[in-house]
């Protein structure tokens, strides 16, 4: 079971790039790399997935090294609404339970000030 | 993109009363869907699979017989929080992910914020 090490907390200001690195060194190689997000009472909302390189969506991007040990969530010109925790998973996606698919750390806790 | 419902997403209740959670994937099927409880300041901490067709598995230290997990259909799983005491106050969030789609995300739904009086 592939788990993950993240910043307890992050402070950033608006308008800033953030990015959020977390560790997992037993990563296993059906394991993508999953990032979520969650504001205080609600469900976690998904932000990218990953496998291996680099990955880029309207809202993030995913940096993935070759060795798959770590990865590096960024997001470009946050603002106070992106404060928030933010989740790394690793996980197989075929799997789901104890089979080792997405078991949540704690998180990063990101805030934003003006 | 992929949506799961949750209801309600608020309840009150006194000691001893059950409480059914609906999870529903709205736009997609899913075998498996997931039952999570995050308390106050802390992570998701994963209760149990539910499996369409089959037993729910449960992770180490839950109660199968106080969460009842029924996953009937490929769009709805429910928990029931049987007896529910004042300690089983919680946040309770389900997941689903699609039917066969290697490499696809699980989706969550909005939560349940359960009090017990």
């Known amino acids: 079971l592939a788990k993950t090490t993240q910043p307890i907390s992050m402070d950033s200001y608006e308008g800033q790039e953030v990015n959020i690195t977390c560790s997992h060194n037993?990563?296993?190689?059906?394991?993508?790399i999953t990032w979520y997000q969650q504001f205080p009472s609600q469900g976690p909302r998904f932000i990218i997935q990953?496998?291996?390189t680099k990955v880029t969506n309207e809202v993030a991007s995913l940096f993935i090294p070759a060795d798959r040990k770590s990865s590096t969530l960024s997001l470009p010109r946050v603002s106070l609404s992106d404060t928030a925790v933010y989740y790394c998973?690793?996980?197989?996606?075929?799997?789901?339970?104890?089979?080792?698919?997405?078991?949540f750390g704690k998180g990063t806790k990101l805030s934003v000030k003006p | 993109g992929a949506v799961v419902s949750q209801h309600p997403s608020w309840v009150i209740c006194k000691s001893g009363t059950s409480v059914k959670i609906e999870c529903r994937s709205l736009?997609?099927?899913?075998?498996?869907m997931f039952w999570y409880r995050q308390f106050p300041k802390q992570s998701l901490m994963l209760m149990a699979t539910?499996?369409?067709?089959?037993?729910?598995?449960?992770e180490q230290g839950v109660e199968k017989d106080k969460f009842l997990i029924n996953h009937a259909s490929l769009t709805l799983s429910t928990l029931t929080v049987t007896s529910a005491h004042p300690e089983d106050s919680s946040f309770y969030i389900c997941?689903?992910?699609?039917?066969?789609?290697?490499?696809?995300?699980?989706?969550f739904g909005d939560g349940t914020r359960l009090s017990i009086l």
């Open positions: 998973l690793v996980g197989d996606a075929n799997y789901g339970g104890s089979q080792g698919n997405l078991i």
């Open positions: 990953g496998y291996k």
């Open positions: 736009d997609f099927q899913a075998t498996t």
């Open positions: 997941s689903a992910r699609e039917v066969s789609r290697e490499g696809k995300p699980q989706h």
């Open positions: 539910s499996n369409e067709g089959s037993k729910a598995t449960y």
């Open positions: 037993n990563i296993a190689t059906n394991d993508y």
